[in-house]
């Protein structure tokens, strides 16, 4: 497996990186803004109960 990646020709390899890369990259963005998204309805759900003084609901709280 090494040695096919090793004997491909330089370009190749490149290109190769440079789509790992990518996909990475994109990933990341995507996780980010799922995390901020799944956070932001959290904060509101807590707020919320805070607000109606429902917060006993929540075990540990």
Do not use: C, H
Not at 22 to 27: D, G, K, Q, S, T
Not at 37 to 53: E, F
């Amino acid at each position: 497996m090494f040695d096919a990646l090793t004997s491909a020709p330089p370009i190749l390899l490149v290109l190769a990186l440079l789509a790992a890369f990518a996909v990475a990259v994109i990933a990341l963005r995507i996780a980010i803004k799922l995390a901020v998204r799944v956070g932001i309805v959290a904060a509101v759900v807590l707020a919320a109960l805070y607000a109606v003084g429902q917060l006993e609901l929540l075990p540990g709280v």
